[in-house]
């Protein structure tokens, strides 16, 4: 379920960029194969890998993810 949201949310970002003027095939097509991966990949390790370790795991990513973004906030990053 998490890999088909990814997608999804990919896809509005490059149509974000498109309608902004950000008009950048290498970056399109980089995110598209790195979606696209990450996807692959993610739907056969959640098969493989307990709901609890992937849970975690996300948990995990999405906290670096905030504390980044509150350094760059703060100017401090």
């Known amino acids: ?5 990814v997608i999804f949310s990919s896809l509005f970002g490059v149509f974000g960029h498109l309608t902004c003027g950000g008009f ?4 399109i097509l980089g995110c598209s194969v790195a979606v696209f991966v990450g996807a692959t ?4 390790s959640m098969v493989k890998i307990s709901s609890g370790y992937i849970k975690a795991g996300f948990g ?4 670096v993810f905030a504390i980044q973004l509150i350094l760059k906030l703060t100017h401090i990053l």
């Open 1 to 5: 379920m998490i890999s088909f949201i």
């Open 24 to 27: 950048d095939i290498p970056l």
């Open 41 to 44: 990949i993610g739907a056969r």
């Open 60 to 63: 995990v990513i999405l906290w």
